[in-house]
């Protein structure tokens, strides 16, 4: 079974930082491109980030709220995602969900696994 | 960046009866479009992807149509189950995989 599980989530300060991890089961998690969501109370889905697979280059792309503030990374002998996060705003408290590119293709990047979320809070 | 526009932004309609949930891309995004339901307290679930083929374990009822700039998800004899939010998600483009904001399906 597919799983993705994240952890790490939880209340920080403005300014603050904060590390999300993305535990991976079921796949082959060194071959997949890897992505987070987040979603704001209430609110819809944004893209924050995608991760290729070292096999796919490697590089990591984020979204512009982001850039330069968050950074993705992997661990492929532990099946793990990580998302670094600093500098923290209000406006990025979301729940963040973990997102595998299983069943689709680097052509084809469909986002068919996603892990339950964990909830970020940035407040003081 | 394309920008993705979903309609109506609420949707109320009987079990039973069918509903239809569109979705507009601001430029053409080919069939690279994928839909995805979230129900409350839960993560997003695929659907639909390349604009009509069904993902895996989705029932036929949900199907979806479109290419360019112009999607459809179509759910037919709506299931109680079936009333959630739905979002549409281009991957032509990328970076950034853009979403749309979202259709509320509820019950009439």
């Known amino acids: 079974e597919v799983q993705l599980v994240e952890s790490g989530g939880g209340l920080v300060q403005p300014g603050g930082s904060l590390r999300l991890s993305c535990a991976a089961s079921?796949?082959?998690?060194?071959?997949?491109?890897m992505n987070w969501v987040r979603q704001a109370p209430g609110k819809g889905l944004e893209w924050v980030g995608r991760l290729k697979s070292k096999a796919g280059g490697g590089t990591a792309d984020y979204a512009a709220p982001v850039k330069g503030r968050f950074t993705i990374s992997r661990d492929d002998s532990q099946t793990t995602l990580y998302l670094q996060m600093n500098s923290l705003k209000a406006e990025d408290t979301a729940v963040y969900y973990c997102?595998?590119?299983?069943?689709?293709?680097?052509?084809?990047?469909?986002?068919?696994?996603w892990g339950q979320g964990t909830l970020v809070t940035v407040s003081s | 960046e394309i920008v993705m526009t979903q309609s109506p932004a609420t949707l109320s309609v009987s079990p039973g009866e069918r509903a239809t949930l569109s979705c507009r891309a601001s430029q053409s995004v080919s069939n690279n479009l994928a839909w995805y339901q979230q129900k409350p307290g839960q993560a997003p679930r695929l659907l639909i992807y390349?604009?009509?083929t069904r993902a895996t374990g989705i029932p036929a009822r949900f199907s979806g149509s479109g290419s360019g700039t112009d999607f459809t998800l179509t759910i037919s004899s709506l299931q109680s189950e079936d009333f959630a939010v739905y979002y549409c998600q281009q991957y032509n483009n990328w970076p950034p995989y853009s979403f749309g904001q979202g259709t509320k399906l509820e019950i009439k």
């Open positions: 079921g796949f082959t998690f060194s071959n997949a491109w």
């Open positions: 390349g604009s009509s």
């Open positions: 997102v595998a590119i299983v069943s689709g293709t680097p052509a084809d990047p469909y986002f068919d696994c």
